[in-house]
């Protein structure tokens, strides 16, 4: 029993660990949710950021292995920059101009949080 517990908890830290190499603090669906309880979106709305999120992700994995394969490394943040500035204009599509403005300002204490060092809160 224990044996299975070792090999399930090596598994999760492995699948983090592999996330976090790539740059993904959340996956798409993870992400979705939490715009979807932080912003009271319909089901509709997040099925569309959920298939944005995907879409961007795999996008960015795309990016970053063949810029490693080159090793264009200082190329990769830019690549990475625009697929975000992307995904943001069109969560503003997705969004009302109430969720929207509720989503900025929620990604602005994120970044001053970030800032002085502390956890975000939503």
Known sequence: MSKRILLLVIVLLGTQM????????????????QMQDSLMLSDAQTGKLLELFSASQQQMIQIKD????????ENMRAAMMDIR????????QYLTTDQWNS?????????????QGKKPKN
């Open 18 to 33: 592999i996330q976090a190499q790539r740059g993904m603090r959340l996956g798409p669906e993870q992400r979705a949710q």
């Open 66 to 73: 063949s810029l490693m394969e080159i090793g264009a490394m």
């Open 103 to 115: 989503w900025q300002a929620i990604q602005e204490r994120s970044r001053a949080s970030k800032k």
């Open 85 to 92: 500035k992307e995904e943001s204009e069109k969560i503003q």
